[in-house]
């Protein structure tokens, strides 16, 4: 049965990488964190660093974008917006263990940060680390279960990788249910699913 990548979901933390691990990263915000642990203002300086930062990202400087992001992590420890997006960039250059590194310190900067968790956890599956990328997401459903893009993660996860076509149904159901309108493909993996368990269960 095929299945497309898990889609990445990134509200605005400043870039956007495929799933699939291609070379396409997008900006698609300049805010440098959204999900703040406190409300403090961001001086002028920081943001002009992370606009920067992303225009360097847009034209594939990444160079330029690593010493802006670089500069913003350590003058402004308290944002996950930064190293998230130096994980991203150094995923996308395929330095994992500084990628690796730079997703942890997202979030430790701010444990609440649902982008930073499911990018950690398709950064994971990609490395065949199955059960720290489920335990990931676990995570991020633990900081906020109506997370729909999550649950359509780890239905992904469940279904393609871990071989639990039941939790990958009750996952996909549950992203159906949170989503504002019908996801016709994920429609598609329910119908499916259901017919393979039905399968199953005759066969027993």
Not at 45 to 61: C, I, K, P, T, W
Not at 174 to 203: C, E, F, H, P
Request: proline share 3%.
């Amino acid at each position: 049965m095929s299945r497309l990548p898990a889609t990445v979901f990134l509200f605005t933390v400043g870039l956007l990488l495929s799933a699939c691990g291609t070379t396409d990263i997008q900006v698609v915000s300049v805010s440098l964190d959204p999900y703040l642990n406190h409300r403090r203002s961001v001086s002028q300086a920081a943001s002009q660093r992370f606009e920067r930062a992303n225009r360097a990202m847009a034209a594939q400087d990444w160079p330029a974008a690593i010493a802006e992001l670089e500069w913003l992590v350590e003058t402004q420890a308290d944002l996950s917006g930064p190293p998230l997006n130096l994980a991203l960039v150094y995923q996308h250059m395929g330095e994992l263990e500084n990628a690796e590194q730079y997703y942890r310190q997202a979030l430790q900067s701010n444990p609440r940060n649902l982008a930073a968790y499911n990018q950690y956890a398709i950064f994971l599956r990609e490395q065949g680390r199955f059960e720290e990328a489920e335990q990931t997401y676990l995570q991020a459903l633990a900081t906020w279960e109506p997370h729909a893009q999550t649950h359509r993660n780890i239905g992904v996860l469940y279904d393609m990788y871990m071989g639990d076509q039941t939790l990958a149904l009750q996952h996909f159901y549950r992203y159906q249910a949170l989503s504002k309108s019908q996801d016709k493909v994920v429609a598609s993996w329910i119908a499916d699913l259901n017919r393979q368990l039905m399968t199953l269960a005759q066969g027993e």
